[in-house]
């Protein structure tokens, strides 16, 4: 491999290093950890793994996870430094970071109140998403984290929309609840994993949306 070959590669492998060392560990991964003198960290050997062996998800998923992940996705910075008309949160002004896309920003947080009150509806055991856990979502097939994946992808294709197409923003959570129906029930019926009894308790759910 050529040094003009070997010089970007290594750039983009000391980014997504730097990208990892951003999240922390689990609560598995912390009682996992014996070492005494080190703090625990995440086991990224296991976590990539999640991602790569992940059987019950559309590749496209597993995408977003990957790119969230090692802070790859297209964000608001990266567009502002091509487009100074892209880039920007329509609603607060401000660069549309990853985190501030899909939860930090007033309208996700309003779409996140419809799904986690749906949600706790619906499962006794439901917890709200914790943005620090997306990158161990793909662990294990749970349809709690299925519908949470399928609206995570609803808000980054809308905000994709915005971003190249200047999608509307008037009904920008509306627009974003509909996504993640279609969405939600398309992957909760491709799912080979689940049992009927947790298919029929997300359908319901659906049919409220």
Not at 137 to 165: G, H, N, R, V
Request: proline residues 6%; contains cysteine.
């Amino acid at each position: 491999m050529s040094r003009h070959v070997r010089a970007p590669c290594l750039l983009h492998l000391a980014k997504t290093l730097n990208a990892l060392e951003k999240w922390p560990p689990s609560k598995e991964e912390i009682k996992a950890h014996k070492d005494k003198d080190s703090d625990p960290t995440p086991n990224w050997a296991v976590r990539m793994k999640y991602n790569t062996n992940c059987t019950f998800l559309d590749p496209k998923y597993r995408q977003l996870i990957y790119y969230v992940t090692t802070n790859t996705i297209i964000v608001g910075l990266r567009l502002l430094r091509s487009n100074p008309n892209l880039g920007l949160c329509p609603f607060c002004n401000i660069p549309a970071s990853s985190k501030h896309m899909f939860i930090e920003c007033p309208k996700s947080k309003e779409v996140w109140d419809i799904i986690d009150q749906l949600g706790n509806s619906h499962w006794g055991d439901y917890t709200a998403l914790n943005y620090d856990f997306i990158p161990i979502m793909l662990k294990e097939y749970d349809p709690i984290k299925l519908y949470q994946i399928s609206a995570l992808w609803a808000i980054w294709t809308t905000w994709c929309s915005f971003f190249y197409d200047q999608h509307p923003i008037d009904n920008w959570v509306n627009d974003i609840i509909c996504a993640f129906r279609d969405q939600f029930i398309l992957e909760i019926l491709n799912s080979l994993h689940a049992s009927e009894d947790k298919i029929i308790g997300s359908l319901e759910v659906l049919e409220i949306i």
